[in-house]
């Protein structure tokens, strides 16, 4: 399941470091606007504890995670959906993923540049969000001319779609998120096609640094502002060193957590943002565990026993019969898929059947 989170925001604020540190990938990083122009790609692995877990009850052989995409892309800035700083190739850029990851500067230093010359991170959020606001409002303006013609001719698809993207363009023009809009399944799917930059899932990454002024150790009002900002639009976030992290990344396990004491850092921030992002797409796994393989699998949330097989392979949902299913807590308490069958936890469910986060599930077909 190729779904992906783009990681933007302004120039400066920690995106390309940020990228490196998930991905553990080489790339360029440097104290100027622009260091990236062409998006770095990034699969990373979800982490998720139960894994091992399962791993060691079937001593499998392999181990294989989830994974999620990452896209770094170059920084935008004031005037980017007017072509300012190649604006319009980088929008395309986040219009190509599936949810945005915005990188907010949480912390002072006067030795890394700030495009708008202070930090004010509820200003940084308003630039951005102000620029795809704008991009989308150019897109839903010249859909809506195209459509005129159909709905002339009474087409009623065409219709739904023009009466939708009313109501979107009287949201953006107000400056609001085409996600603010109160649509129904129907108008969401009537306007699906224009991958609108705000009605993509959005959260945000707060990034600080060790050793330096971060606004959230400062208690300072500016981070204040900026939780309640993001709590007001009903948004997640995760606070990271993006800098630490990328330093950390080729540490060895037994070594990472003393050194993160030494630097003060005493939280994973990355495994969590890994985690959230994963949510923020709506994204949840369910295993497969035996002796050649334990394996978590990607589904989206609500999918049905037969949707959640196609993610092995699509025969496993044209060819569904039953799935025989145990939750992870009691594979776990059992001890073994054998032991969990004498208790009679392990279940047979048929095509109805609504995969849960944690299912450990052998597919009949």
């Not at 892309?73 to 915005?102: D, P």
């Not at 912390?107 to 308003?126: Q, S, Y």
Request: aromatic fraction near 6%; charge should be negative; charged fraction near 30%.
């Amino acid at each position: 399941m190729g779904l992906s989170l783009g990681i933007v925001g302004l120039p400066n604020v920690g995106k390309s470091t940020l990228f490196k540190a998930l991905t553990r990938k080489d790339i360029l990083i440097a104290n100027y606007p622009f260091a990236t122009i062409d998006p770095s790609v990034g699969v990373v692995s979800v982490p998720d504890p139960r894994l091992q877990v399962l791993t060691e009850i079937s001593n499998s052989k392999k181990t294989i995670p989830a994974i999620v995409e990452f896209v770094d892309i170059a920084g935008l800035v004031k005037g980017a959906s007017e072509g300012q700083g190649l604006g319009n190739q980088f929008l395309q850029h986040i219009r190509e993923t599936n949810a945005i990851a915005q990188v907010v500067r949480i912390f002072e230093d006067p030795d890394i540049l700030h495009v708008e010359g202070r930090i004010h991170p509820v200003n940084d959020i308003e630039v951005i969000n102000l620029e795809l606001v704008l991009s989308d409002l150019q897109v839903v303006a010249k859909r809506l001319n195209s459509v005129d013609r159909d709905v002339k001719r009474g087409d009623k698809a065409a219709i739904l779609e023009q009466l939708t993207l009313q109501k979107l363009d009287k949201t953006l023009s107000e400056g609001k998120l085409a996600s603010t809009t109160t649509l129904t399944d129907e108008e969401k799917f009537a306007v699906r096609g224009l991958q609108l930059l705000t009605m993509k899932p959005i959260m945000y990454i707060l990034n600080k640094k060790a050793g330096g002024h971060n606004l959230d150790e400062m208690k300072d009002a500016r981070y204040t502002e900026l939780i309640q900002f993001i709590e007001s639009m009903g948004a997640t976030y995760a606070v990271v060193d993006a800098a630490i992290e990328n330093e950390l990344r080729d540490v060895a396990d037994e070594d990472r957590e003393n050194l993160r004491r030494e630097f003060g850092v005493f939280n994973d921030g990355i495994d969590d943002l890994i985690r959230a992002g994963y949510r923020l797409l709506g994204l949840m796994m369910y295993f497969t565990t035996g002796e050649d393989e334990t394996r978590a699998w990607t589904v989206k949330v609500g999918a049905s026993a037969p949707e959640a097989g196609q993610a092995i392979h699509t025969d496993f949902k044209d060819k569904f019969i039953r799935a025989e299913v145990v939750a992870y807590d009691q594979l776990v308490e059992a001890g073994s898929l054998v032991k969990a069958r004498e208790k009679g936890w392990v279940r047979t469910e048929g095509k109805e059947y609504i995969v849960k986060d944690g299912d450990v599930i052998e597919f009949k077909i």
